[in-house]
Each structure stands twice: as structure tokens, then as C-alpha cells.
């Protein structure tokens, strides 16, 4: 983020909450929790970079 701060990010986690995987990710960036299909992914990724 230091260096690219506009820089778009989905992170995926098999945990019930981001939170769990750090703090600091869970609020920089965008969560798509498992399972997800292809279609949510693709959808999140296109409001990612829209």
C-alpha cells in the first residue's frame, strides 16, 4: 500500500471473518468469503476495478 496506494485488492479467506487474518488486512482491502462461485468472483473483481 506504501507504494501503490490505488492499488485494488480481493483477498479470499476460508475463515468466518476477516478479522481473524489480521486486522490490518481485514481493513485495507476487500473480502470475498470461501466458498464463492465463479460468477461472484468475477462480479467483485469487476466492482473492484470499476
Known amino acids: 500500500r506504501a507504494r501503490?496506494?490505488?492499488i485494488r485488492?480481493?483477498?479470499?479467506s476460508g475463515?468466518?471473518?476477516p478479522a481473524i487474518?489480521?486486522?490490518e488486512?481485514?481493513?485495507s482491502g476487500s473480502?470475498?468469503?470461501k466458498p464463492y462461485t465463479?460468477?461472484?468472483l468475477a462480479?467483485?473483481?469487476?466492482q473492484l476495478l470499476d
Open 25 to 27: 488486512l481485514a481493513q
Open 9 to 12: 485488492v480481493l483477498f479470499t
Open 21 to 23: 487474518a489480521g486486522r
Open 15 to 17: 475463515y468466518a471473518e
Open 38 to 40: 465463479a460468477r461472484e
Open 31 to 33: 473480502w470475498l468469503k
Open 4 to 6: 501503490r496506494p490505488n
Open 43 to 46: 462480479t467483485r473483481l469487476r
